[in-house]
């Protein structure tokens, strides 16, 4: 009885260390895939990027990830592959993108796995600056009426980076809503109200959603308030 009980342990411990194996030999396997697919379809969206190929965000977009699947080796058997795609940046005039890519597959033993990464292309030959600044303003009306400093934050950014993002600003008496871009010619009008977003095309965001921009040139934001 003993030795039949050793046996069994003995035998479960052999195929627990089997798919153990497996299950790292599957993973390294999928690494490696997914390494080589990704820099191939970085590599080729920089070529098209770099000829001016598309002038649109939204063509290039579409271009990538086309390019994605058909670099990517699709694992038909699996019901849990997928490969999911988000742009953090894409500037086709300044030849910068960002993106992270992330493959979902099933281990030996069916659980979900994933495989995550990022990339930023930064063609050097279409860069103008080295940094951009970032300025986040408080508008004129309540730096006025509250006597404090229209400039919230100011930072100086590489090229390439994630857009620096301060806390959002705490005013007594005020809600704050988001942040406004605007340009040089929208910057003086728009920074006249404490709802700026109302004097321009450009739609509040929130603190999150800039933290997933990359930096590609000089902006500038107002705080919205209500």
Not at 153 to 165: C, D, F, K, Q, S
Not at 200 to 223: E, F, G, M, P, Q
């Amino acid at each position: 009885m003993k030795h039949i009980i050793f046996g069994v342990f003995g035998g479960a411990i052999i195929i627990l260390s089997i798919l153990v194996c497996l299950n790292i030999h599957r993973r390294h396997t999928y690494e490696a895939e997914f390494q080589t697919a990704l820099n191939n379809t970085c590599d080729q969206a920089s070529v098209v990027l770099l000829n001016h190929t598309y002038q649109n965000e939204k063509d290039f977009q579409s271009y990538f990830l086309e390019t994605m699947q058909s670099n990517f080796k699709v694992h038909a058997d699996d019901p849990n592959y997928h490969l999911d795609c988000e742009f953090l940046a894409v500037d086709t005039e300044r030849g910068v993108f960002g993106v992270t890519v992330t493959e979902t597959y099933s281990s030996i033993n069916g659980a979900k796995k994933k495989l995550t990464d990022s990339r930023t292309v930064i063609l050097e030959e279409e860069l103008t600056m080295a940094a951009c600044d970032i300025t986040y303003l408080i508008p004129e009306d309540i730096v006025t009426e509250r006597q404090m400093q229209d400039v919230y934050h100011a930072y100086r950014a590489e090229i390439g980076t994630t857009l620096p993002v301060p806390e959002d600003p705490t005013i007594e008496g005020l809600t704050f809503t988001g942040w406004v871009e605007v340009n040089d010619e929208e910057g003086s009008s728009a920074n006249s109200s404490s709802n700026p977003a109302s004097n321009t095309v450009s739609n509040t965001v929130s603190r999150s959603d800039l933290l997933k921009t990359i930096c590609t040139t000089n902006k500038t934001y107002i705080a919205s308030f209500q």
